[in-house]
């Protein structure tokens, strides 16, 4: 039976290029993935204690739609004890399904039709697709790596046309490991202030930089008032699992985030909410272990790679390499494939991330030492072989 075909704008939207190569991986073995952004850790004993002790109690219901006001509590808490951020818990912060939700939810609150969003690529796979599925209108602007894949101000300046409604920042980035300094977001606020505009900032990455210091967009002067601030448990605590991120901003797009929130997920799960009750509250130490061994995987994989001839600058946060592999003549995807079939070693094509991605390849770190070194040699045999 021919049925009418389905929604245009999800047909014409490609699927996540990051999962591509990890069903054929997922046969081999002794294949070695740079592939996946998670952490390789188990989520800290302490935060997995703290669920079993609230499932061991019964805590297995419903929680508010803004999310348990516990939890609420301890991030505003923690927002400005760290970073001198004052959020007003009850009408100010959402707890979502990951910053993926909050992401979603952001978009969805602040869009019409045809509205279009400013986002630096490369950049995470959700953004363009959220903005599209919201019914935005994405306007993408490439970053270089000569520049760090620090987006340029005046390129943002140069975007801007009656229809721009917002710009979506995140760093450290996903997948360049770009860290952002004061004097360009500064800049890029201002841009905001003079064109009023929002800004989504998604500082998922915030606790793992690793030569500078995390600079917090809403802090910075005119930001807070039109800045929607993203951030969760994933990657700082290896949570992924739990799916629990929070939205922080102005009570009324708050409010309209929690609106759809509300009758499509009504909350956030509870088991998760506990758990990153407990992460929040007492999970620093560990937290800190891991970033401190990512760390120092990062300088074993960049060296590694520049090493084998695939330059590659030195990211300042998440756990994420981005070699070039132009000096190979392949394309992205053709280099990921061959090495993929040829070393088993999974990495992900530049250009999953973006245009301007082609002629890179993404690299996790988030995984061991030992695994790390085994696919920097097999990289290295495999770049000497093609080249
Ligand atoms: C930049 C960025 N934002 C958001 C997410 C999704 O995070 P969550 O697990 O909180 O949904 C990721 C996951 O890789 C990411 O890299």
């Not at 952004?37 to 499932?55: K, Q």
């Not at 046309?161 to 996903?174: D, G, Q, R």
């Not at 994420?320 to 090495?339: D, H, N, Q, V, W």
Request: glycine content about 6%.
């Amino acid at each position: 039976m021919k049925m009418k075909p389905i929604s245009e704008v999800v047909l014409s939207t490609p699927a996540s290029g990051i999962r591509r190569f990890f069903d054929v991986a997922a046969k081999m073995p002794d294949a070695i993935s740079l592939g996946v952004g998670e952490p390789d850790f188990h989520t800290p004993w302490r935060v997995r204690e703290a669920c079993i002790y609230s499932l061991e109690r019964g805590r297995t219901s419903y929680t508010s739609n803004y999310g348990l006001q516990e939890l609420r509590d301890a991030i505003a808490a923690y927002l400005i004890n760290n970073e001198q951020l004052e959020y007003n818990p009850d009408n100010q912060i959402l707890i979502t399904v990951g910053v993926s939700e909050a992401m979603d939810l952001a978009m969805r609150a602040l869009l019409n039709p045809g509205d279009e969003v400013i986002c630096p690529e490369p950049c995470y796979v959700s953004y363009k697709p959220c903005i599209l599925f919201a019914g935005g209108v994405p306007v993408v602007i490439p970053t270089t790596a000569q520049a760090e894949f620090r987006v340029d101000p005046d390129r943002i300046r140069a975007a801007i046309t009656p229809k721009t409604k917002a710009l979506l920042i995140s760093y450290p980035s996903n997948p360049t490991g770009a860290v952002a300094t004061r004097e360009m977001l500064q800049e890029i606020v201002a841009i905001a202030v003079e064109h009023d505009l929002y800004i989504i900032t998604d500082e998922i990455y915030d606790r793992l930089t690793y030569d500078t210091t995390h600079v917090c967009l809403p802090t910075l002067q005119g930001a807070y008032d039109r800045t929607i601030y993203l951030n969760g448990f994933s990657k700082a605590y290896a949570m992924t699992g739990w799916r629990i991120g929070y939205a922080a901003g102005p009570e009324d797009v708050i409010e309209a985030m929690m609106k759809i929130h509300q009758y499509t997920m009504l909350c956030a799960p509870i088991m998760g909410q506990m758990a990153a009750l407990e992460a929040i509250n007492h999970g620093y130490d560990d937290s800190q272990e891991m970033i401190e061994q990512y760390n120092q995987r990062r300088r074993v994989i960049v060296r590694g790679l520049n090493d084998a001839g695939l330059p590659c600058f030195m990211p300042g946060g998440a756990f994420y390499a981005f070699p070039s592999i132009k000096e190979t003549g392949l394309s992205s995807e053709e280099f990921s494939e061959r090495l993929l079939m040829e070393e088993k070693v999974v990495v992900v094509p530049g250009n999953a991330f973006g245009d301007c991605g082609e002629g890179y390849v993404r690299c996790s770190y988030a995984t061991s030492i030992e695994k790390i070194e085994q696919a920097l040699l097999r990289i290295a045999r495999f770049v000497k072989k093609v080249s």
